[in-house]
């Protein structure tokens, strides 16, 4: 099968040499050909531009930064709609808005192509491993003829229902999990400023209901002063935004998913967008005056370090 992907950013690098390394015939772009030097020693074809990477393409996967990117490259002067043949599969795995989504796929359909939304959860270090999980929104019907594709770069594949239906889901996780992240950071640091041993203090909460995912992992970094999961706070405004977009048509309150945009609206402030999302922390440290460190935790999340 030949595929085109768009977008080689944390994401996306990692799940196209997925492709890559199973044989499959992939032909990559982005914005700088230096985003591709591993899948082009890995064997994967170099394009400049969209076009080119839906020449006789199968199926055309976009993984991008933001919602108008998207836009831009699939429905912008030359890029996915304009080349893609009819009866080809466009696959969007960035996180984008669900109305856009479903604007495009309507957009898709009409040109004769296929569309399928697939963001992805679960922590971009599961990307490498291929065990990301895939929450895929569309038609039942595209999504089974493509999903031997989604098997290779993923591990659980979940059907989330109709197009709009997965990327609400993938929101909602986000959303969950910058909550857990301020949380975990709170409970943590009232605990060391109580002068507990920060060790013991992972350890408890990691052994107790008040455990979860967030504090498995990213805690961890916390601990470590590590930090990155290659996720910086403006994309987390991003995703809390998108969040806000949905609430706001469905009537939800999000009282405490308004409070953390607002948190990290601050540490944005304050550290800057490029700071990477468990950095949230450090507002509690500089706020308290004391650090929340412990030796032995690792400075990045790896498939073996989060159990």
Not at 120 to 145: C, M, P
Not at 269 to 281: H, I, N, Y
Not at 292 to 299: F, H, I, L, N, S
């Amino acid at each position: 099968m030949k595929i085109g992907f768009a977008g080689l950013g944390s994401l996306g690098e990692p799940l196209a040499m997925n492709l890559v390394k199973a044989g499959c015939d992939v032909t990559v772009t982005d914005l700088a050909k230096s985003t591709a030097t591993r899948l082009i020693e890995a064997g994967a074809k170099w394009s400049d531009d969209i076009a080119s990477i839906c020449d006789d393409a199968e199926v055309v996967i976009t993984a991008l930064p933001s919602p108008a990117a998207s836009r831009s490259v699939v429905e912008g002067e030359n890029g996915v709609f304009d080349n893609l043949s009819s009866g080809a599969t466009w696959i969007e795995m960035s996180t984008t808005d669900f109305e856009d989504l479903q604007r495009l796929t309507s957009l898709a359909k009409s040109k004769g192509i296929n569309a399928l939304e697939c963001p992805v959860t679960g922590g971009v270090h599961r990307a490498h491993s291929g065990k990301i999980t895939i929450l895929v929104g569309g038609d039942e019907a595209i999504f089974e003829n493509v999903k031997p594709v989604l098997q290779i770069m993923g591990g659980e594949i979940l059907y989330m229902g109709p197009t709009g239906h997965a990327t609400v889901v993938k929101v909602v996780t986000n959303m969950l999990a910058f909550i857990n992240l301020v949380a975990a950071s709170e409970g943590m640091m009232l605990a060391r400023k109580y002068g507990v041993d920060m060790d013991a203090i992972w350890k408890g909460i990691r052994h107790s209901s008040g455990n979860s995912f967030v504090h498995q992992t990213e805690s961890k970094l916390v601990l470590s002063g590590g930090y990155n999961v290659n996720f910086p706070i403006d994309l987390v405004l991003k995703d809390l935004g998108l969040a806000h977009d949905i609430a706001d048509k469905t009537g939800v309150p999000l009282e405490l998913g308004g409070a953390t945009q607002e948190i990290y609206r601050r540490a944005k402030g304050l550290l800057g967008g490029d700071a990477q999302s468990p950095e949230v922390a450090r507002l509690l440290e500089k706020a308290c005056g004391i650090e929340m460190r412990a030796e032995g935790y690792p400075t990045e999340l790896t498939e073996e370090n989060t159990a």
